[in-house]
């Protein structure tokens, strides 16, 4: 069995080492540096506090690898298990959240509603009279995405997966209905037994070289370093105020991450031209914005940094993970999702490729066919 895998992120990487590890020959092409598109800029966040059974199942299947990566791999990603503190402004959002506990712990998490000031236990900057309620997993957390792709790519190399940075796919080819390989720059043609698009926010765009029709949309989204007034202590959640979108979390030294999308417009983006600098003014909204509900953030605050990403959007901020065409298989739009997911994911790929079914987690209702059936099912916890 021969495949190609078309991006070098943290899923077609994860992708790729699995594939291997069932003894079948994979070539990764990526048309940059590895990690250097959406997994390079994540906040690094690894969760079970979905509102979707798929995901949350998709994120219980992760975690045992990002809690083993650096026995599996050899390398320490910096995973911390902070939590996530997740915050309810209203009374219908905090029964959301009860509801979304119940399914989390149903499916094994360890998630619990919180009364706004039992969770100033876990983040003692919060000021609970904003809210109504909250939800926290203390599994929840954060790792390096840039050193997972290092521990993924070794282990990907150390599997026999030759990959090619630098080699941009021009086009798909096809026989008799069947994807049967890439053309890539100098009209080299790699034939294949299968292709797997794993090209995040470029997966829309390289579907269509395939003939299908995958609705998944890049969204430029922002992340800001801030130092705050007051030292954001580093065994602090993530938190999320999810009715504004704002979120934060610490790094070291009392440094945090500052984020969040905030208004209804959000333009399609040219992934190959967007710009990937961080927007001052967004910035100090963002900090604006985590001020209202936090003693952290101070007019002392000084933004020292930031830059911009890019999330690969579907309309329900689900991935698609299917074999969308015959010897086609595609995972991506996972909506800022992918980085925590991947492990999951990319075994799921290898199943899909090598068994024609997973077995790991059922992800049936994530083909892309969903939408024209409008079996639409949005995940709510978004940032």
């Known amino acids: 069995m021969d495949v190609v895998v078309v991006g070098g992120g943290i899923v ?36 079970s506090q979905f509102s979707t059974a798929v995901n949350v199942s998709l994120s219980l299947a992760s975690k045992p690898v990002w809690r083993s990566f650096e026995e599996r791999f050899g390398v320490d990603i910096e995973y911390r298990r902070n939590g996530y503190l997740f915050l309810a402004r209203t009374e219908p959002a905090a029964e959301r959240f009860r509801e ?3 399914m989390q712990r149903e499916l094994g998490a360890e998630s619990e509603f919180l009364a706004p000031a039992e969770a100033t236990e876990h983040c003692p900057g919060l000021e609970p009279e904003h809210f109504v309620g909250a939800t926290y997993n203390p599994d929840d957390g954060v790792a390096d995405p840039n050193l997972a792709v290092q521990g993924y790519a070794a282990g990907a190399r150390e599997g026999g997966v030759e990959i090619r940075t630098g080699t941009t796919v021009t086009d798909v080819l096809v026989d008799d209905g069947r994807v049967v390989g890439v053309e890539v720059e ?67 030294e009392g440094i945090a991450l500052v984020g969040g999308h905030f208004g209804s417009d959000d333009p399609a983006v040219d992934p190959d031209r967007f710009d990937e600098d961080m927007d001052l003014e967004w910035a100090a909204y963002a900090v604006e914005q985590a001020a209202d509900y936090t003693t952290y953030f101070g007019p002392d605050t000084r933004i020292r940094r930031g830059w911009a990403g890019l999330y690969g959007v579907t309309p329900d901020h689900h991935p698609v993970i299917e074999e969308t065409r015959p010897g086609f298989v595609t995972a991506a739009g996972f ?26 987690v059922d992800v049936s209702m994530l083909d892309a066919a969903r939408f024209e059936r409008e079996e639409h099912f949005a995940e709510h916890n978004v940032a």
């Open 100 to 102: 979304n506990v119940a």
């Open 335 to 360: 909506s800022g999702h992918g980085f925590q997911h991947a492990p999951a994911t990319g075994r799921i790929v290898a199943e899909i490729v090598l068994d024609g079914e997973p077995s790991l």
């Open 186 to 252: 100098g009209d080299e043609r790699l034939e294949v037994d299968y292709v797997v698009n794993a090209a995040g926010a470029w997966a829309g765009r390289f579907g269509e070289l395939a003939g299908a029709d995958i609705p998944i949309s890049p969204r430029r989204r922002q992340v800001a370093v801030v130092e705050p007034s007051s030292p954001v202590p580093e065994t602090d959640p993530l938190t999320i105020d999810l009715e504004t979108g704002s979120y934060f979390r610490p790094e070291r």
């Open 12 to 47: 077609g990487l994860s992708a790729a080492y699995h594939l291997a590890e069932r003894d079948t020959s994979v070539m990764l092409v990526e048309q940059g540096p590895l990690g250097a598109g959406s997994t390079a800029r994540s906040a690094g966040g690894i969760r």
